[in-house]
């Protein structure tokens, strides 16, 4: 089974200039999360899907922020226009329904460098 | 505001010690308990989890949980080199959704 992944792995852009970072969760989760980890900082929730639709979007930073999941499969983060404050890790991670088990599992991250 | 607090460490032991993680948490409506350790530029990957007061235990990896005192911690025994990495806490609330992070211990284990 293939896990979570991310694209793409790492981006720099300058201050102002649009990103879009993709992420693919293991097949059939319907539970799909946006974290996000700036230096030095403790990995914090940005939104969460369920299927297509945002069940919990409480932790979005800003207008700047649009996140999106047609289909419900794949989603993706554009950040427009970024700025030096957005750069960290951002964190995908995905979760079946109906399992009883809580755990999320984690894609490796997209390190976003605003300069 | 929810908070998970970890000690940054590093933590450093040598090879075939225990090696003991600590994490508080302030909200007591906090209901699962998880340990994930990340390997730099690595995906966090789950330890183990608990949900109920006491002991659980897997192989090397113990974790244990206090809810009266608000405190989780995981002790890892016969610890190995490859057991270094950052080991984060993870606290989800009662509608089991959005995990609460702790900013992560590094430990080292030194041959």
């Known amino acids: 089974e ?13 201050k102002g200039q649009t990103v879009t970072l993709r992420c693919d969760p293991i097949s059939g ?45 794949y989603s993706t983060l554009k950040v427009q226009p970024a700025e030096l404050e957005d750069s960290g890790v951002y964190f995908c991670a995905s979760r079946p329904s109906g399992s009883g088990s809580y755990e999320q599992y984690f894609g490796p991250g997209t390190r976003l460098t605003v300069t | 505001q929810k908070e998970v607090e970890q000690n940054s460490g590093p933590l450093s032991v040598p090879e075939g010690a225990i090696a003991s993680l600590n994490c508080t948490y302030s909200d007591r409506g906090s209901q699962s308990f998880f340990w994930y350790r990340q390997y730099s530029g690595k995906s966090p990957e789950l330890i183990m989890f608990i949900y109920s007061n006491g002991d ?56």
């Open chain 1, 2 to 14: 293939a896990g979570v992944t991310q694209f793409p792995s790492h981006s720099v852009i300058e």
């Open chain 1, 29 to 73: 989760h319907d539970n799909l999360y946006w974290y996000r980890r700036v230096m030095g900082k403790e990995i914090k929730f940005l939104l969460h899907f369920v299927k297509e639709s945002k069940q919990d979007e409480s932790g979005m930073p800003n207008n700047r922020f649009l996140a999106e999941r047609t289909g419900g499969t």
């Open chain 2, 56 to 111: 659980k235990e897997d192989g090397r990896f113990t974790a244990q949980l206090n809810k009266a005192s608000q405190y989780v911690s995981l002790l890892i025994r016969d610890s190995q080199p490859s057991d270094s990495a950052t080991y984060l806490c993870a606290v989800i609330e009662y509608n089991f959704n959005k995990f609460y992070f702790g900013s992560g211990t590094k430990l080292n284990v030194k041959p």
